[in-house]
């Protein structure tokens, strides 16, 4: 597979450092980068790895926690995807997590995931908490990722409409999460089934500091702009939207396209 992506992490306009972090097949915020970050790469390769982590708003040290989940995240390029890799994932971060906040002396710590893993023109989605992965084929944007929040369960029970559930205040109160004072296992993260890739498939991994600004139908119809014909002026201009919007959070997003499928696997 051919893949062009880029992504943009920017601390926004309230928060003074920005907890949130990224993978991007193997490229990550590093504790010591500034607070704003941006990358673009155009790979070939039959196994492609993105994610982002949002540290837990509220908690301590936050951007520790985000750095622990995309720092474990190189085991997902190295290995095929099953529910052992992220039994091994999860027993990876939580480990490093309890070091760190040992060490800080920190009450707790916590981070959300949401992953895209692209093997054999295959895609692969997880996510805990609600950061989100979407994708854009054919003019039309799908959220792929399942929050887990509050929010999300008096939806999911009816007292809530969609555009209620948006603005709600319980929104920000996950109900499941990396860290440190939680035991999950492999069974708790959403993982919905492997869909095929085409040709010209976006996908957008992202904060809840990018759709908190910006509702979807924006997003997507930002995506269909014809005049925005790389990755890199999507995640800067979806980042730049939700700035103009209000930016209250940290806000990243990365967005893959898929330039070319590997013709073994059609």
């Given amino acids: 597979m051919v893949i062009e992506s880029s992504v943009v992490s920017h601390t926004g306009k309230i928060r003074q450092n920005n907890e949130d972090n990224f993978f991007l097949n193997g490229i990550y915020r590093q504790e010591e980068l500034d607070s704003t970050f941006a990358k673009t790469q155009k790979i070939s390769s039959r196994r492609l790895v993105y994610a982002v982590c949002d540290g837990m708003g509220g908690e301590e040290y936050g951007e ?153 139908k924006t997003i997507a119809e930002y995506i269909h702009k014809p005049d925005l014909n790389n990755t890199a002026g999507i995640a800067w201009g979806l980042c730049t939207k939700a700035l103009d919007a209000g930016g209250r959070d940290n806000i990243t997003c990365i967005i893959a396209k898929i330039i070319k499928k590997n013709s073994r696997f059609t």
């Fill in 64 to 216: 520790v926690a985000s750095f622990c989940a995309v720092s474990s995240m190189e085991i997902f390029k190295e290995k095929e995807w099953s529910a052992a890799l992220f039994e091994e994932y999860l027993e990876n971060v939580k480990a490093d997590m309890v070091k760190r906040n040992s060490k800080l002396s920190a009450q707790n710590m916590g981070s959300t995931f949401a992953l895209l893993y692209l093997e054999d023109n295959t895609a692969y989605i997880a996510n805990m908490g609600d950061s989100r992965v979407y994708l854009y084929r054919h003019g039309r944007l799908v959220q792929l990722t399942r929050d887990h929040t509050q929010a999300r369960l008096l939806l999911d029970n009816g007292l809530l409409s969609p555009d209620e559930a948006r603005k709600h205040v319980s929104g920000h109160i996950l109900t499941r999460y990396l860290g440190v004072d939680n035991e999950i296992t492999a069974d708790d993260i959403y993982m919905p089934e492997a869909l095929k890739l085409c040709k010209g498939d976006i996908f957008l991994i992202c904060s809840d500091g990018l759709t908190d600004m910006l509702p979807d």
